[in-house]
């Protein structure tokens, strides 16, 4: 069995690949997309059966995690804060990373983070996803509240941002800057409302 340590960017991937008693066997820098990994996959696997090890970092290790599981090849995420080896280390570079989580996977000290599966990162993401748009609503709903609050309007509508609420606004009597504004802020609250409801359902 080898290990395979790879330092992983958004744009590239810096792989170590040493054996059972610590040799390095191969180092190479690849594209970090589907046929980089695949190209990685051949080089290593050239050496025999292999276990890999990846740096968590932003979402970059993503789509590697998942080919390199996809081709039935053990893999494990390394937690970069609990990884001391490498973030205490004086001299930093992207071989000497790659070549130091070989090592430490091949003694069994990897600080792991625990990945969901597939499936369910990609629900987290949509999650993520849509309580960012209920943000922004949240903005432009508040921009129109202030227009309001600045001309002194109220209303009786029970819902301002409903369809009753929204013909009533679109009545309001503003200045040509202020017009604009609203409009526009209206145009985009309908495109998020849009949005919004498409990843609800």
């Not at 059972?20 to 190479?28: A, D, I, N, P």
């Not at 980089?36 to 290790?61: D, H, K, P, T």
């Not at 001299?91 to 790659?98: E, G, L």
């Amino acid at each position: 069995m080898n290990y395979v340590g790879i330092d992983v960017h958004k744009q590239s991937l810096q792989a170590a690949v040493i054996n059972q008693t610590g040799s390095c066997l191969e180092e190479f820098r690849l594209r970090n997309n589907r046929e980089g990994i695949r190209q990685l996959i051949e080089r290593a696997g050239c050496y025999g059966s292999f276990q890999a090890v990846v740096e968590s970092s932003a979402n970059y290790w993503t789509k590697l995690f998942d080919v390199l599981e996809e081709n039935h090849i053990l893999v494990k995420l390394s937690n970069p804060y609990k990884t001391k080896a490498i973030a205490e280390a004086k001299v930093k570079t992207d071989k000497i990373d790659a070549r130091t989580l070989a090592q430490l996977l091949r003694a069994d000290l990897v600080a792991e983070c625990y990945v969901p599966s597939k499936e369910n990162r990609e629900k987290r993401a949509l999650i993520r996803e849509r309580a960012s748009l209920t943000k922004i609503r949240t903005e432009h709903r508040n921009k129109i509240h202030g227009l309001l609050a600045k001309y002194e309007y109220s209303h009786s509508v029970s819902d301002l941002f409903g369809k009753e609420g929204i013909t009533w606004l679109k009545t309001l009597k503003l200045s040509q800057y202020d017009q604009v504004i609203l409009n526009a802020n209206l145009r985009l609250l309908e495109s998020l409302d849009t949005e919004i409801t498409g990843i609800s359902n």
